[in-house]
């Protein structure tokens, strides 16, 4: 439908013009502008085989624990095998459709489930869906104009999960990672507590400073050192035996802070550490930071979705009393990577105050549309995905109830697995975790007389490396290991998916003693 | 314990879910890959904010919808989306959409892992380092360093931290309060990232000296010689030099071997901020608007503009392979970069960047190269040149149209100027009341849904339209109808 009909003198001439070089080739600087020059027949068809293939090969294995979780090759060898040169001339139809079955082929199944390698596993089809349409549209998040739908989506998304928290309003935005999450949240805190940073930076102001747990995730410390504020000034706080902070030892940090002269700014909790799955007591730090008036950030990047469970979401009691919050959906909800939200409390337009630049370019000021829709001043990128709206569709499908059941289960699966640790011969908890990381050793029958002291740490060490390359080798299952404070190596099991069963966890047992019984 | 009954099968239904898949999959192909390509739809489907918000009905409430419901979301979805795939779309430095890529996509969201080590991402891990090492090679580097970013912004502010930390490497350490004042130079063209990067690391936005560019929005060499000057007089650090390979506006490309020269000689970072512009390195012909870069100690290029693969696709080159970013960035978090694992842990690039969870960005643009070559990319790249240089010429002939200036590039910025405006440049209102003018029919084309172009002021020019082709979809007849469509509605303004 034609809104505006051209009805000025220029009209007819107009249409003639038009008609007649519509006729006429044009061959511009050696180039052929007619046509296309790109075939979108052949194109589709390339889309909707690859997508047979995705299928058959990835969605319909995802639950069959009889697949692999991984085919192991070493770096040099997968090299030969996998023909990644990147030539001048392009392959045939089914040469690239060959290419994808091998990518697949050698990528770990992530969705499997016996994946417990990470903060992630499994597969949500909702959010598969919403991710395909995403890539199918490919917007950026910048104005309305250019993504109406997905702008309008993250801002109901920030606003139930800023309920979720349990604050009256709020501002937010999702991020490529809690990292980056985590780095908004302390830029932030910097900029409330001195906005003349954002011009001046920090040459020659005094010594900011910020206390973290030491069991926080290492991107505080990347943080702190790609903010210019250096790793030196972030001051780990002990944690008691459970892997939380103690309250105490952060008030004795913060003091020891003021008495050299420092300025500290921002103390950050950990709602489920990375290792442990420790939550840090909020409410008690908030204290300490209301007394000394710092901001608090709480990353709940793993433990966030914890707030979804009634039956949980104590773990995360007191959040509200942060200022910041940083939440990634795409780990214990399956939202897809990434998924990663910073929630913040303000809601006077400190994020934007702190972030914006202006571009005359993209935020014009003289659109025809209300122009406080365009939210992408308030980011640090400039072109950005809306990563809001997977989380969006599977909310949508499942409804809070669904994604509340998954939480609880996942919880249930990890306190299954601890008591049959328990029953176990050679099994031993490192701690009674109170969320899905289940920290254990594996003594194998060879160890199980030792005395304890330093050789049979040291053996007990070596342990989980060679059951670690022994499963992968096999492709049974995946799970990561570490030391940690002074602990020697153990396995870190890490439950999330809805397609893992009991029986998945009395396989990665029964698995470890396989694997591990000749040590 | 409670619940146990709940464990022992799968909580998922895989057949229901793989149904809604299908389903949804070939909602997607018809109303977004082949409508959103089709020149007879819409590129936009116009609504008010608040219209949209009703109409979508985006609450999320406690129970979940059955699929027949979440099918129609997502057609509302698709339908209400921008078509950024529309041969009509103009409005940004991305448009278009390549089918290779777009495979390449899914298999990405369907693997869903992410890049930090050769254990959970073994394909991908190896795959980055071959495209990086082939867009170096395009940059004219046989060795080097990099990564993926999320976005151009972020390659900038790497370039500025990993320079930073050359420079003074304690800065990692103690931070920045501890050095003398930092000062970057960039063109007054230069992308706003530029701006939030130096917020950002702590540097300040009032130590980012915008130098002079010409009228046709290039770098001065001799400005950016006497600020450095001036800086240095005033007792403060000059550290980096952040040179435009394709500004955001004019296309414009600063003058890299002078620019090069300059930087050697107070040895100064410099960083090439090639997002836009870095894709002209693919033609033979065209590449030349780079020559010099490969002087460059840094590169920011972003395939997902220019390349069509998808957002985002934003890559980081480093010309230093001596581990820089590793030493700039790694953590060595003992959870994930475990020492003692059983194979190579060089392969675990994962903590040479600020990330932790990282997206695979490569395979997309992997699988393009793959299914068209580096000559097929040179062909769209030249191809995008062509439209330009037509579109130049053909409104060189039409009344109405006035370049702002000539394009280099793809960017070709013009005004168009109404009858009832013709003839009046002499007016001191002319200004003014030209600006009103492309407001007023991007508003037209929007609603309609005709086709999107961008338009914006700049300096002190009146708003003027930026139009852009990357599409290798976009044909002659596109170009014809741009100018059509600006004429007819203009034409009464």
Known sequence: MTLWKCSGPCASTCKQDVLQKKKNAVLVDGVILNGPITDSKAG????????????????????????????????ETLKKILDLEMRDTGESHQKLLQLCQDVIQYSVKTNHPRFFNQLYAGIDYYSLVARFITEALNPSVYTYEVSPVFLLVEEAVIKKMIEFIGWEEGDGIFNPGGSVSNMYAMNLARYKFCPEIKEKGLSGLPRLVLFTSEECHYSMKKAASFLGIGTENVYFVKTDERGKMIPEELEKQVQRARKEGSAPFLVCATAGTTVLGAFDPLDKIADICEKHDLWLHV????????????????????????DSVAWNPHKMLLAGIQCCALLVKDNSGLLKKCYSAKAAYLFQQDKFYDVSYDTGDKSIQCSRRPDAFKFWLMWKA???????????????????????????EGFQLLLEPEYANVCFWYIPPSLRKMEDGPEFWQKLHRVAPVVKERMMKKGSMMLGYQPNQGKVNFFRQVVISPQVSREDMD???DEIELLAKDL | MAEQSDLERPAVDGAAGEEFLRAAFQVLLEEAVRKGTDVAQKVCEWKEPHELRELLDLELRSHG?????????????????????????????FSGLD?????????TETLNTSQYTYEIAPVFVLMEEVVLAKLRELVGWNSGDGIFCPG?????MYAMNVARFQRFPESRQQGSRALPRLVLFASEECHYSIQKGAAFLGIGTDNVVLVRADERGKMIPEELEKEIERVKSEGAVPFFVSATSGTTVLGAFDPLGPVADVCQRHGLWLHVDAAWGGSALLSRKHRQLLAGIERADSVAWNPHKMLTVGLQCSAFLLRDDSGLLQRCHGAGAAYLFQPDKFYDVMFDTGDKTVQCGRRVDCLKLWLLWKAVGSEGLEQRVDRAFACTSYLAAEMKRRDGFQLVLEPEFINLCFWFVPPSLRGQQGCTDFGPRLGKVAPAIKERMMKEGSMMVGYQPHGTRPNFFRQIVTSPAVTRADLDFFLDEIERLGCDL
């Open chain 2, 65 to 93: 919808e059955p699929a027949g419901r979440l099918l129609e979301r997502c057609r509302d979805i698709i339908r209400y989306s921008v078509k950024t795939c529309h041969p009509r779309f103009f409005n940004q430095l």
């Open chain 1, 299 to 322: 990353d709940a990047s793993w433990g966030g979705s914890a707030l979804i469970s009634r039956k949980h979401r104590r773990l995360l009691h007191g959040i509200q009393r942060a």
């Open chain 2, 152 to 156: 151009g912004s972020i390659s900038n």
């Open chain 1, 507 to 509: 396989f990665l047992l």
């Open chain 1, 398 to 424: 499942l409804g809070t109830t669904g994604l509340e059941e998954r939480v609880n289960r996942a919880l249930a699966l990890a306190r299954y697995l601890v008591e049959e640790i328990k029953k176990r």
């Open chain 1, 44 to 75: 589709e068809k390339f889309v909707e085989e690859a997508c047979k293939i995705i299928m058959e090969e990835i969605i319909q294995k995802a639950d069959d624990v009889t697949e692999k979780v991984c085919e192991w090759r070493a770096p």
């Open chain 2, 99 to 107: 089918h290779h890529a777009l495979a390449g996509r899914l298999l």
